[in-house]
């Protein structure tokens, strides 16, 4: 079992910038790599698998594969296929798993898998884990919902607390990318916190 980790962990405002994250991310991809995505419904994780196959440069739009439960994008250039997976119906773990033939195509592939957490770390000794989590408060100062009031009960403008739709919380995501093994001790990870 591998302990090499590295880490980055990126504020992500909107979906566009979720899908930006996914095209930074791309380019430090290659065949055979394991890509894990979680968080909770809504969290951004297929939005992060568009932008990933947008830079990867497969075919077809990139959707949840919700009830296909795996699609193969094959790649238009010269990259790897990018396989994406949503494991959310898979009880089974790794059984269930291996009737997809995910092994088979994680040597010349991307295989992204949307619910993987606990069910296909087994595929790969070294994996990326994307974890998608709603940011809460920030920076120290409070964070309102839109719609509730602030301290001095005013009610706050729709989208955030100045009215910018930008800048809603519901929208704000922190994204931590975990690089589990050697594999990704010097993949760049780190400079996906620039924005």
Known sequence: ???????????VKSPDQMQELGRRLAPLLRPGDLVLL???LGAG???LARGLGEALGVRGAVTSPTFVI???HPSLTAGPALVH???????GGLDEME????????????????WGDGKVEELAEDRLHVVIGRAVGGGGAERLLPGRRSGDGRADAPGGPDGHPEEDVDDVREV????????WADAGLVDLEIC
């Open 1 to 11: 079992m591998s302990t090499t980790r590295a880490t980055a962990r990126v504020t």
């Open 38 to 40: 979680t968080g909770e």
């Open 45 to 47: 994780k297929t939005t």
């Open 70 to 72: 795996a699609r193969v």
């Open 85 to 91: 997976v949503d494991a959310y119906r898979l009880d």
């Open 99 to 114: 009737d997809l033939d995910l092994d088979v195509s994680l040597p010349e592939s991307v295989v992204v898998v949307e």
């Open 176 to 183: 931590t990318v975990t690089g589990i093994g050697a594999r």
